[in-house]
Nanobody, 125 residues
């Protein structure tokens, strides 16, 4: 049974927008910090953004600051990643992951207890 399912990826032109969703079936979802990671072909997985379990704090990788916004809706067990002003270098598979609260903002995937299968984002120039 998949515990995290991402959706919302697709093909978009540079400058466009996408909103990714990460839906969790984990009953204690609201107690976890959530992170988004991405991995482009031939590159290492990299941290993108994170939100604390309370939703009060967010943290972004420098290259997406001002363009991406992470948010969560505990009533829907869902975390969103709004991506604006997309660039070709944003092309990657995007994953969401859950971590214990103390690991909020961690850029290390092994600090996260759960990870989804990912959704492909392709930005054409």
């Amino acid at each position: 049974q998949e515990q995290l399912v991402e959706s919302g990826g697709g093909l978009v032109q540079a400058g466009g927008s996408l909103r990714l969703s990460c839906v969790s079936s984990i009953s204690t979802f609201s107690t976890y910090a959530v992170g988004w990671f991405r991995q482009a072909p031939g590159k290492e997985r990299e941290f993108v953004a994170a939100i604390s379990w309370t939703g009060d704090s967010t943290y972004y990788e420098n290259s997406v600051k001002g363009r991406f916004t992470i948010s969560k809706d505990d009533a829907k067990n869902t975390v969103y990643l709004q991506m604006n002003s997309l660039k070709p270098e944003d092309t990657a598979v995007y994953y969401c992951a859950l971590a214990q609260g103390a690991y909020f903002g961690s850029s290390k995937i092994y600090d996260y207890d759960y990870r989804g299968q990912g959704t492909q984002v392709t930005v054409s120039s």
